[in-house]
């Protein structure tokens, strides 16, 4: 069966720091996957996605993620966080046959 | 830009009450999916669609009923609110063969 796990539910990180929130998946073959993210009180925006190819994608506000098949992880990166970053997390994966599974979520605080 | 609303955006009922929540996309999505969402669960898949017509259970359909009347709308229905329906509930369209979501800005539901 299909899954996703976020093995951190809180992460804490200073304005201007690195940021690299975790994301492994079950999946036997190689997944459609995706980093969603929550601002508080909105719906979940699409900040990412990876189908095939390059395993390195960019997303939206300077976001980017690691796709590697290897060690079943889409890890999702950015070089300097801005308090405005501070969200809950989401990592998806769809075999596009089937629904989207979700993992739990990361929430994420930058401290200014 | 996909757009996916809800309505209403908050709400409280009685236990025992009815409640409908509804959902409304204008990007012809054939797929549309209904989760709640609480602290600890992340996202999970309470009914989804295929289409006018269509409905499907999902991960957690106990409690709930889904009517999908035109491509554009996708109701959930609470027949007899409980309590521990007390959530944040998302609707979104989209995700056929390995496109993402698109998620509405949610619907938070209080059941006394």
């Known amino acids: 069966a299909q899954s996703v796990t976020q093995p951190d539910a809180r992460v804490t990180v200073s304005e201007g720091a690195s940021l690299q929130l975790r994301c492994k998946y079950s999946?036997?073959?190689?997944?459609?996957l995706f980093w969603y993210v929550q601002y508080p009180r909105q719906g979940l925006q699409l900040l990412l996605k990876y189908y095939s190819g390059d395993p390195v994608v960019q997303g939206v506000n300077s976001f980017e993620a690691e796709f590697s098949k290897s060690n079943s992880s889409f890890h999702l990166q950015k070089a300097s966080v801005h308090w405005s970053d501070s969200a809950v997390y989401f990592c998806a994966l769809t075999t596009g046959y089937q629904n989207f599974y979700f993992g739990k979520g990361t929430s994420l605080t930058v401290i200014p | 830009e996909a757009a996916v609303t809800q309505s209403p955006r908050n709400k409280v009922a009685v236990t025992g009450g009815k409640v409908t929540l509804s959902c409304n996309q204008t990007?012809?999505?054939?797929?549309m999916y209904w989760y709640r969402q609480d602290t600890g669960h992340g996202l999970r898949l309470i009914h989804y669609s295929y289409g006018a017509g269509s409905t499907e259970k999902g991960d957690i359909p106990d409690g709930y009923k889904a009517s999908r009347p035109s491509q554009e709308n996708f109701s959930l229905i609470l027949e007899l609110a409980t309590p521990s329906q007390t959530s944040v509930y998302f609707c979104?369209?989209?995700?056929?063969?390995?496109?993402?979501?698109?998620f509405g800005p949610g619907t938070r539901l209080t059941v006394l």
């Open positions: 979104a369209s989209g995700g056929l063969g390995g496109a993402e979501q698109f």
């Open positions: 990007n012809n999505h054939n797929n």
């Open positions: 999946y036997s073959a190689t997944p459609y």
